[in-house]
């Protein structure tokens, strides 16, 4: 047998056999990752936490976030709290549908006339065969046919929109389009099919806006300095990239808490910071007396579908995100964007007042004590030491160790 048709058990055996020290796991847990993916031989644990409380649109969410990185989470709840104290986020989202992309090889004898008349007819036959989507109130909504030369080859290049309704949408989309381009090979002068996908262009875009009052920031002259970095972000790559990891930290961590494809986000979320050179996604201004904070994100994500049903560290995430009734689709996107949009709040106004490092050094510090044996009666002293001395060293750990056992 091949590796990739073994058992999990089995495949495990053999990195065992190989003298790859591997990590135990529940027999069960290991049989339900291995229908998730191939040649599954483990998982990776990433912790989880929660920002407590968000206001989005008059509603308040505790937001799962999964990430490793130290301070990720402290800097989404403290955006939030500056947030809720304002009357919280204002958010929309865009569900008009998700791009696919058919390419057809064409003849001569190939009327664009033609299929334009047949488009209609060719939407219909789509939602027809499925209609499930569109039971579920989505569908195929338009398709655009533009003519492009190819390589010594004039090509039929057909965008399509598909609704997902409440998924993301991925495999239905390319279902469809396959379909439609199967159906396209019956136009005449069509000959062959070249790719039919969908797209990870930019969609779904989604809004989250605040208005804060400067105090809640620490005063005008930090507003004006947020405003300053928001500046430079929109005009400086080298900060921009910067800019938009610190509102990715927050949102990938979402994403990852409820089984979303943050692979499709991260590459759409490019391409729209990339519409006018590379600019900051978010972007912060004074509005009468307010420091006004805008981001907007492509956020082709799901609340249904894929593996989100089918995990149960997923459907804990979205019990958190609403514990009786399963969040809208909408709602979750605006949540997301809103989450992306406090990260990047935090980690400007670190950046424009102490420096973003004494919040990290501290995490670090927790992180180091964590990781060696110090007892656990002596941690918070050993903690609070690091801090001050500001040294993050396992040799300092040891050191402070020694000096408490010559006190005692
Ligand atoms: C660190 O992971 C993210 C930040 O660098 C973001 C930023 O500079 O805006 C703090």
């Known amino acids: 047998m091949k590796f990739y048709q073994l058992s999990a058990k089995d495949r495990r055996k053999i990195l065992d056999d190989e003298g790859i020290e591997l990590e135990e796991i529940d027999e069960e847990v290991l049989e339900k990752l291995n229908n998730l993916s191939e040649n599954v031989i483990g998982q990776l644990r990433l912790p989880l936490g929660v920002v407590q409380s968000l206001n989005v649109n008059d509603a308040n969410y505790m937001v799962p976030m999964a990430t490793e990185e130290p301070s990720v989470i402290a800097a989404a709840n403290h955006g939030a709290s500056i947030f809720n104290k304002n009357g919280g986020v ?9 791009y696919g992309q058919i390419v ?81 090979l019956a136009v005449r002068g069509i000959s062959e099919k070249l790719y039919a996908i969908l797209s990870n262009y930019p969609s779904q875009l989604t809004t989250a806006k605040v208005e804060l009052d400067f105090a809640s920031v620490g005063g005008r002259k930090v507003a004006e300095r947020v405003v300053l970095l928001s500046k430079i972000g929109q005009i400086d790559p080298y900060r921009a990239v910067t800019n938009n990891k610190g509102i990715m930290n927050g949102v990938d961590a979402v994403l990852l808490a409820t089984g979303n494809d943050y692979r499709a986000i991260e590459a759409a979320s490019a391409v729209l910071a990339s519409r006018n050179g590379y600019t900051s996604l978010s972007r912060w201004r004074i509005k009468d007396q307010k420091l006004v904070g805008e981001l907007t994100l492509p956020m082709a994500i799901g609340a249904v579908g894929g593996s989100i049903n089918a995990r149960s560290d997923v459907k804990q995430a979205f019990n958190i995100l609403n514990p009786t009734n399963r969040i809208s689709v909408k709602d979750l996107a605006n949540v997301i964007t809103s989450i992306g949009l406090a990260n990047n709040l935090a980690a400007l106004l670190a950046i424009s007042t102490v420096g973003i490092q004494e919040g990290h050094m501290k995490l670090q510090a927790r992180n180091l004590v964590a990781s060696l044996n110090v007892p656990e009666s002596e941690k918070e002293k050993v903690l609070k030491q690091l801090i001050k001395d500001k040294i993050y060293t396992k040799e300092h750990v040891q050191e402070i160790l020694k000096e408490i056992s010559e006190d005692k």
């Open 104 to 184: 057809m090889a064409i003849e001569d004898d190939f009327d664009l006339a033609l299929v334009e008349k047949k488009k209609s007819a060719l939407i219909k036959e789509a939602n027809d065969k499925f209609s499930s989507l569109v039971n579920h109130g989505g569908g195929l909504c338009k398709i655009e046919f533009s003519l492009k030369n190819g390589d010594q080859q004039k090509l039929l290049y057909a965008l399509c929109l598909i609704d997902p309704a409440e998924a993301m949408g991925a495999n239905k989309a390319n279902s469809i389009l396959e379909f439609l381009a199967q159906n396209l």
């Open 90 to 98: 204002v958010a929309s989202s865009d569900r008009s549908g998700i």
